[in-house]
């Protein structure tokens, strides 16, 4: 099949076809059939022509992308770059940076949470209690080169829950940092405190890192918090369903 398209149908219309199938099959397949579709597909044209088609545009226009290809795939592959954040494995993946009180726990939600899926969580206790991720974003497939060049957004949210019987303290403190771990811009809100007798509602923090400079290399998120009434057990605040995501593509 592929040797009759090649040897009869012009590389206009090679184009279009390989345009129409899935890229990772163009990539692992397509190219390897000859010289003139593998230039096909390793041209910037190609994969410019493919953002246009599926509407992924830069999030900053000033900022065109060296590396079409690239740019689409990690795109295409947005994802939460925390481990464990819904505390489904109890504390695995994450460091302990401070374990007060009766130390960090995981258990099931108290109230429903927005999305259905997330039914667990990390509690603190009457000590302060932190917990922190550190991403290494080229292990991540997000090279120097590209987050220099690119600079994509950084996208930040964490949810956050007071019990209804004990005020509590909660903060959240995420930096970006270069190839020593050196912070280039840090994002830290004040510290959000709960009174006792209270509705136990769900909060979101979001934040969103843009034009912070050339040579992030790391992301620290480190979040958690305390009860404010020193009670022995798990009535401090309750954090899950964290996210870090790197964003190339402008929101749609």
């Given amino acids: 099949m592929w040797s009759g398209l090649q040897a009869d149908v012009p590389l206009a219309v090679v184009e279009e076809i390989l345009l129409n199938l899935p890229a990772h099959q163009v990539v692992r397949v397509c190219r390897l059939v000859c010289q003139e579709w593998k230039e096909l597909v390793d041209s910037a044209a190609h994969w410019r022509e ?5 509407r992924i545009q830069p999030c900053d226009a000033s900022r065109t992308p060296e590396d079409w290809r690239l740019f689409y795939f990690l795109t295409k592959s947005r994802r939460n770059l925390l481990k464990n954040p819904r505390a489904e494995d109890k504390l695995k993946g ?79 403190s995420v930096e970006l940092l270069d190839r020593k771990k050196k912070p280039i811009c840090t994002f830290q809100p004040d510290k959000v405190f709960f009174e006792q007798w209270n509705d136990e509602p769900w909060f979101e923090m979001k934040h969103v ?3 912070y400079g050339p040579g992030v290399r790391f992301i620290r998120f480190t979040h958690g ?22 964003c190339p593509a402008e929101e749609r």
Avoid at 238 to 243: A, F, H, K, Y
């Fill in 94 to 172: 994450w460091n302990i940076v401070e374990n007060g009180g009766d130390c960090w726990a995981a258990e099931e939600n108290r109230k429903p949470f927005p999305d259905e899926t997330v039914t667990k969580c990390f509690v603190t206790s009457f000590g302060l209690c932190l917990k922190q991720q550190l991403i290494d974003l080229k292990k991540e497939g997000y090279n120097a080169a590209f987050m220099d060049q690119m600079q994509p957004h950084i996208r930040i949210t964490d949810w956050y829950a007071p019990r209804f019987d004990c005020g509590c303290q909660y903060e959240i």
């Fill in 50 to 54: 493919r953002c246009r088609r599926e």
């Fill in 225 to 246: 918090g305390v009860d404010t009434q020193f009670w022995a057990g798990w009535y401090g605040i309750r954090v899950t369903n964290s996210s870090v995501e790197i």
């Fill in 209 to 211: 890192f843009k034009d």
